[in-house]
T-cell receptor
């Protein structure tokens, strides 16, 4: 497994501003992902963070709204841009390791609780 | 595409009683199946997973789940509930091992004295 930390753990932001969330892992991982968990709902995959290249976004999510960086194998950031109250959610980073024959399990960070006023 | 259905958004059991949380999946190919638990104000923790092989999977904290292909189910059970089991439980499916998880809507488990 891996130890995953996220910063900030929570934030309250004003409409129209942007917030960058950091995800740090204590070991090199192959895959890093970003999920959103809206209030009272399940998790939805936003994108796969690719090292050194553009992230792969899921349907309904775009780079202009959720720019993602992954400069190395242990760190990624997700920015929530031009925020509105509908962006109030928990944002979770997850990682998995590539093993022979397929990938391993995904492990999740503690999440960032975002409230947009 | 795959999907997951969790029957019952809220389940309440007495302490010491059997816990049964239901999960059914839809997949065109044999899936990988997972159960995660989320305690209040925390991230997700893996309870157990099914990839291949034995269909009865044992996880942490006394939980287990059985993969039943004929019923497309992966129900989570625990023989005796404990107060500390109160949390939200998510079933998830993937066609790519640990990648691209699709989650169910979650089941909130309440354990009463």
């Amino acid at each position: 497994s891996a130890v995953i930390s996220q910063k900030p753990s929570r934030d309250i932001c004003q409409r129209g501003t942007s917030l960058t969330i950091q995800c740090q892992v204590d070991s090199q991982v192959t895959m890093m992902f970003w999920y959103r968990q809206q209030p009272g709902q399940s998790l939805t995959l936003i994108a796969t963070a690719n090292q050194g290249s553009e992230a792969t976004y899921e349907s309904g999510f775009v780079i202009d709204k959720f720019p993602i960086s992954r400069p190395n194998l242990t760190f990624s950031t997700l920015t929530v841009s031009n925020m509105s109250p509908e962006d109030s959610s928990i944002y979770l980073c997850s990682v998995s390791f590539l093993l022979a024959g397929g990938t391993d399990t995904q492990y999740f960070g503690p999440g960032t609780r975002l409230t947009v006023l | 595409a795959q999907s997951v259905t969790q029957l019952g958004s809220h389940v309440s059991v007495s302490e010491g009683a059997l816990v049964l949380l239901r999960c059914n999946y839809s997949s065109s190919v044999p899936p990988y199946l997972f159960w995660y638990v989320q305690y209040p104000n925390q991230g997700l923790q893996l309870l157990l997973k099914y990839t291949t092989g034995a269909t009865l999977v044992k996880g942490i904290n006394g939980f287990e789940a059985e993969f039943k292909k004929s019923e497309t189910s992966f129900h989570l059970t625990k023989p005796s509930a404990h107060m500390s089991d109160a949390a939200e439980y998510f079933c998830a499916v993937s066609l790519e091992g640990g990648n691209k998880l699709t989650f169910g809507t979650g089941t909130q488990l309440k354990v009463e004295l």
